[in-house]
Structures are given as C-alpha cells and as structure tokens.
C-alpha cells in the first residue's frame, strides 16, 4: 500500500472542494479546503505550495475586500491546524520543528548538485532503502561539520551545500532546472521503488494504461481542456497557477513519477 494513490484522492477531493468554495465561497468551504490541503502536504511534502499559492490567489482575485481576507484566512486556518499539530508531534518526539519531515535539505542537495541528472540518487552508492539513506545523510554531515548533529542540522547542512552550487554555478544550475522542467513534463514515469513498466510486463492490465494512458497522452489533453476553458476565468487561473507551482516545487528538487500525480489530477 503507498501513499501515492491517497496522493492521488486527496488531490482529486481537493480540486472538488476548490469548485465549491469558488461557487459559493463561504468560510466554512475555504476552512474545509485548507484541511484538505493539510492532508495533502502530510502527505507529499512539495504540496506546502498550496499554503502559499492558495492564499495569494484568494487575496488578489477572489471577491470583495473583506470576503478575500476571511476566505483566505479560514483556508490557512485549516491547513495550518493540522501542520501545526504535527509539528507539535515532531518537537515531542524529536526536539525538531518540522512541519511534516526533516529531509528536505538532503532532497535539495540529490536534485542540486554537480553532476546531478535531475533524478534520484543516493548519497551513497548502492544504498537506497530509506533507513540507509538517513543514515547516510547523518553520518556524512556529522563527518564534514565534525560534530552530531540534529536532524534538523543534518538537513541544513545539506541544503547550504546544494545552495552553494547554485549560487557558485548559476548557468550549470539553470540548465539543471530547465532539466528538471522537462522531466516533469515528460512521458517518463521516473522509478521510486516501485516501476510501472516492471509491473506492465507481468500485467495485462497494467499494460494497456502503460502504454496509451501515460502521462505524455494525459498532459496534451489536459492542457488542451485548460486552453479551452476560457468562459470560466477563476477556475482556470487557478488551476494554472497550480501546474506552475507545483512544476516549480518539484524541478526544485529532482523528479520521480509519483510527484507529480497532482498533475495528473489537475
């Protein structure tokens, strides 16, 4: 069982919930909207985005002054409580502030570095099973820093580190980017530790959609409905400010196929 098909769901229940909201934008719907959201970032951590994106949209397109500033702040609301809570989680356990995990500095640093390719390696060779790679992550840090750490240091560390070839390689990183870009509007569905293509050899069933639903069929026709829809101008603002964020949240980091399910959805 993977959290990628609750991926999937969520993002499906929360362009639902949008809809309504937009329809009749009562407070309750945009509170609704914000815990859905919530979910989502629990449980793909590029969706935080939304924390960002939905608001700006909210305050800058949506309605009259003051239904603007309700609207938005019932939807930081409900997003905000459950991020909150798990934070709260994460400190007791932990004695880390992290809203939903403290990896994402070594995330960073797999997507930006010399030599990256844009998608997934691991920090040591060989060793890509999740235990490994935070220990990896620490252990490396602890070595260089020559001390230990906290995970919330151990990401830290990592994320100067990509930061540092960004800013003493602007043109290298760039074209990383535009890589990256590319890759996430790609027909590839990059492997996480599972291959749809694998699976499709052994499977009828999974072959058919392998092969003629993939996301280079999937993309062409969505964009071609977004294009079309032109009668409906906030719905289709917003869900084209979404693709853009959540391109930008991955490209920023490095592309596996599941990330952008959203996508998709949207």
């Not at 449980?43 to 608001?55: A, D, G, K, S, Y």
């Not at 640093?109 to 490994?132: C, D, K, V």
């Not at 990592?158 to 043109?171: C, I, K, M, V, Y």
Request: charge should be positive.
């Amino acid at each position: 069982i993977h959290k990628a098909g609750l991926l999937l769901f969520l993002t499906a229940l929360f362009l639902d919930r949008i809809a309504a909201a937009l329809e009749r934008g009562s407070t309750r719907r945009w509170l609704l909207c914000g815990i859905v959201a919530g979910l989502l970032a629990l449980t793909q951590e590029n969706m935080l985005m939304l924390m960002v994106v939905i608001p700006a949209w909210i305050l800058l397109r949506a309605g009259s002054s003051p239904t603007r500033g309700r609207a938005a702040g019932a939807f930081l609301v409900g997003m905000g409580a459950l991020l909150t809570f798990v934070a709260a989680r994460n400190y007791s356990v932990g004695s880390v502030f992290a809203l939903t995990t403290s990896n994402a500095g070594q995330n960073f640093f797999i997507g930006n570095h010399p030599g990256a390719t844009g998608l997934y390696e691991s920090l040591s060779s060989g060793r890509q099973n999740p235990t490994q790679e935070l220990e990896d992550a620490t252990r490396l840090a602890e070595q260089a820093v020559g001390r230990t750490l906290t995970p919330a240091e151990v990401s830290s560390y990592w994320l100067r580190r990509g930061l540092e070839f960004a800013s003493e390689q602007p043109t290298a990183w760039a074209k990383l980017l535009v890589r990256k870009v590319l890759l996430v509007w790609n027909r590839f569905e990059a492997p996480d530790a599972d291959d749809l293509p694998t699976y499709a050899d052994w499977s009828g069933v999974l072959r058919i959609p392998a092969d003629l639903l993939h996301f280079g069929v999937l993309a062409p026709l969505g964009l071609a409905g977004w294009t079309l829809s032109r009668g409906r101008r906030e719905p289709r603002e917003l869900l084209g400010g979404l693709m853009i964020a959540l391109t930008a949240a991955i490209a920023l980091f490095f592309v596996f196929g599941r990330y952008r399910l959203p996508l998709a959805a949207m």
